[in-house]
């Protein structure tokens, strides 16, 4: 008998040379239990596999196992009445030993996650043994892999230290020790680009799966590196522009703030001005921040900034002094690259409580420059600012007035120069503004350069009127003449800038050239990106980005939170785009789509990953994914941002990351979809049935969200249109969302009859489907209804229901924790309307625990909002001050999703209450702008209370107000409240 076990991989048993299946996968996770835990008692695994059965049931279930294991392996174990063993066994971990001699190769399963195929038993005692053991198992491979790599350093064999360095790596990615000893072997063999994408790999991973940052001595480390990359690469001399440059220096070193703006051609060296500039600032005692801007791909609002504020977040993340979270979600809804990370569900209301404008958001930048700038010099630069769209303008402009500390440096082209020195001038707050108009090369300066440049045989065949009257002055002509020239005397550079480019390409291998295509195609991108679009490997991919940086073709640029390969001009990508033939080209932008298509969650807000996706589909001619790519994102959009309470699993909920549209950006959202859509109509690129499928979900999402901000004429249109699409086809989970958003109508229009007859049909639809989760939303909207009715007795009962069939689906794996606590919710308020407070107050505090527990956003406001009027309604004012505080607090920092009006109707009594007029004045004024949109009974009811509650703290005229709630809370099924109003302010 020879017995081996599998520890590396899938589970593997092998007895007697053949290999053993078990019928029972708790029998295997059992033999896997006892092989590596030696001797083990029965009790103890009767505890550990069989926990929720009796002792009877669980000694018969142990029974059986070991039978089966005895009876497929009858000598593999050894089973007395307390005791079972395993017998004597080989495994694939003990005979690596020798890996720890550099010159033994390493196979490749010692990289298979260990006991990856034991089946989950159930148990959370067997699972978290079950974690230890693949712990054990994991150290002992990075103990006998670090004994190599000291093996590797003793023979001095620069190649199986780095080859065991990798190793390590791979089986543990967060040991920054190792991470530094690679970067420094990478950098040693001039690798500089390999050195800084392994740092940036590892700080990606340290955030996303530790929330953690490098140490400072890494930091350090790859500054160092990245300067000693800069100072290797940097040109030897920096030719004629001396005295711009000693101007803008002394600007900057003066001690006033400086406002430096820099205009000239496209090539004239704008770019290179100032990145000469900024090398001579002091190392270590100034922080950049550079806005981008690009012609390809489109903008959103905003755009141009978003790579400042995701650099001036690193810095105060860095610093400890992150802004408070008003101020953050503020940021985050306009800056995705500001977010760091941090889970935000920034819906639509907000625009209606917020001020977002330039002026609002400028001054909030200024802030958090000022207190970056505590520790460090600020230069933010501008460059292209042709190309910013025009809120990124006006921010600037706004932001020069309110920042007087920070300089700024800002380029454009000529076309846009003399608009925008008058808009800084207007913005300038006190600076100068130091003008530098790049003119071209003089005559003198071009043949100086041309001599310092080339060989005199090469000048005196030429002659220096050649390159004057060739280059016209423009550096970039200049500089690719005089390359081309010094590596080929022969070169004909009298066909322009494009024929030069040209030239340099056909000196590309095939590979370098696949590389700079996508690279050209893209207007920059990740170096794994590159390599998928390619199919190039990523080491190949990242030989050739280096050797196309050597030629002065591509530059790097980023820092350690990621980095990207671009063209070193928009020129040379312009004249290597138009190289590529149009079919190639459309295949390129193809794989681009596709490679960026699966880095696109539409749950993760990234206006600029959607941008560039759309732009790479278009100049694909792949229409129909374009309006797919829209749609999904719509779907999202809409159903995260405009509903109450969206009807998603919280698996969905949790992947969340910030998504947010304002209504205007949803507006044009939508225009576009059913714009791609009626292009499409007819086309051959669709069925009859696809070109139905999408039109009908195109219409349906357009109908949602009309509903959403009361807009019911429209709103009717689009669900009748897609609802008879939906019918001719068959296509049922589009009639129950068309369903579902009419069930959303009839309660804001509160229409009691048609609200449970809408959910009947939902519920007849999600039955057939089936559709288990909006069975139970439909039974809750049913609920909802009788509500409305004021039968609280059968309301009661169905939300009951509702819940139920909610914990049913939990049995199931199938969470849908919002769903069943919006019934709990109604509940609460049901048992409010009729008196009974204590249950009502138990209701509410099941979801507003359960919510904070999940971090779960969608319903947190306006949980904690019922929650406040309960105690309202009690008397206890201490808790009611507590939870709308909270309510509000999540809501504007963009952790409570929805709420509606009720929340500010309720802020402001609170406000009034502990006399603050000013805060309830401001609550008051928010709550009728959401008002005006869903003016239901009970909002109408709370927005006049508050204004009756603000007038009688106030001194002011509170009766009609007063008695127009008392009305309407009496009207619509709540009589203790109307008493206790008419009581309070004695108007009935």
Known sequence: MKLKISLLGNSFIEYGGKKVVFQLHKAESLFYYVALNGETA??????????????????????????????????????????????????????LAPLSDPSVPLPPRIFAAPLKGLAPTGSPAFAEWLEAEREKIRQGLVELIKKRVAAAYETQDGGAVEESLSALLRLDPFDEGSVLELMELYSDTGRFSRAAELFRGYSEALGAKLSLSPS???????????????????????????????????????????????????????????????????????????????????????????????????????????????????????????????????????????????????????????????????????????WFDAKSAELLCAFLSCAPQADAIVSSRPESARATLAALKRAKSGREVTEVELAPFSNEEIKFISRGMLPESTIREHG???????????????????????????????????????????????????????????SGAPAETISEITAIPIEDTLASAELLIARGLLRE??????????????????????????????????????????????????????????????KAGERVLELKQYLRELIFDITLNHDLFPTLSDRLFLSCSMPYSSRDDTDKKVERVISILDELRGSEALTEREYARLEASCFELAGGYRISWGEYAAARLYMS???????????????????????????????????????????????????????????????????????????????????????????????????KLVAKCYLGEIYERSGRLEKAAEQLAECTRKCEEMNLFWGRSYFHTAAANIALDAREMDEFFQHIDRAAALFESCRGGRCGSILYSTKAIADAERGDAEGARRALGISERLLRLVPKKDWRASHSLAKAWAALKSGGDFREEAAAAARLYEENGFPSRAAWIRKKFKSG
């Open 42 to 95: 029965r009790d103890e695994l009767k505890s550990l596999f069989w926990c929720d059965k009796s002792e009877s049931q669980a000694s018969a279930n142990l029974r059986n196992a070991l039978y089966l294991i005895k009876n497929t392996m009858p000598e593999a174990v050894e089973v007395n009445r307390r005791t079972v063993r395993a017998a004597p066994f080989e495994d694939d971990v003990g005979v």
């Open 216 to 386: 400072e001595r890494a930091v350090r480390f790859y500054a160092k590196l990245t300067s000693a990359q800069n100072k290797k690469g940097r040109r030897n001399k920096f030719w004629c522009r001396e005295r711009e440059l000693a101007l803008l220096s002394e600007k900057l070193s003066s001690g006033a703030p400086a406002l430096i703006f820099i205009h000239g051609e496209a090539g004239i060296g704008k770019s290179a001005l100032i990145g000469e500039l900024l090398s001579e600032m002091p190392a270590g005692e100034t922080s950049v921040l550079s806005a981008k801007a690009t012609p390809v791909g489109g903008s959103y609002a905003y755009s141009s900034w978003n790579n400042i504020l995701k650099e001036l977040s690193a810095l105060l993340a860095r610093d400890g002094a992150l802004p408070d979270k008003r101020s953050v979600s503020m940021l985050a809804a306009i800056f995705p690259g500001f977010m760091n990370g941090e889970r935000l569900s920034f819906n639509a209301d907000i625009s209606s409580v917020a001020e977002i404008n330039p002026i609002a958001l400028a001054s909030v930048i200024a802030e958090l420059a000022a207190a970056a700038a505590k520790r460090r010099r600020l230069i933010f630069v501008f460059e292209d600012i042709h």
């Open 464 to 522: 220096l009127s050649f390159f004057v009257r060739e280059s016209e002055g423009v550096p970039l002509m200049l500089f690719e003449m005089l390359r081309a020239l010094k590596e080929n005397p022969g070169s004909d550079c009298t066909r322009g800038l494009g024929a030069l480019i040209l030239e340099r390409i056909g000196e590309l291998s095939r590979r370098e050239r696949d590389v700079l295509n996508a690279v050209a195609v893209c």
């Open 557 to 618: 640029r980023g820092d350690a939170a990621g980095s990207v390969l671009e063209l070193t001009h928009l020129r040379l990508r312009d004249c290597v785009y138009g190289s590529i033939p149009a079919a190639k080209r459309r295949e390129l932008h193809r794989r681009a789509a596709a490679a960026l298509n699966k880095r696109y969650l539409p749950q993760r807000w990234d206006p600029e990953l959607s941008a560039v996706l759309s732009h790479h589909y278009a």
């Open 721 to 819: 249109e897609a609802l008879r699409i939906s019918k001719a086809y068959g296509f049922t989970e589009t009639q129950i969302h068309c369903i579902k958003h009419r069930a959303y109508m009839y309660m804001q229009t509160e229409e009691a009859d048609k609200l449970i007859g809408a959910a009947r049909e939902l519920l007849r639809l999600a039955k057939e489907a089936p559709s288990p989760h909006y069975l139970a939303t439909a039974v809750r909207f049913i609920g909802m209804g009788f509500t409305m009715k004021q039968d609280y007795c059968r309301a009661e009962k169905i939300f009951f229901r509702s819940v139920e069939l909610f914990e049913q689906m939990t049995l199931t794996g199938r969470r849908y924790t919002l769903g």
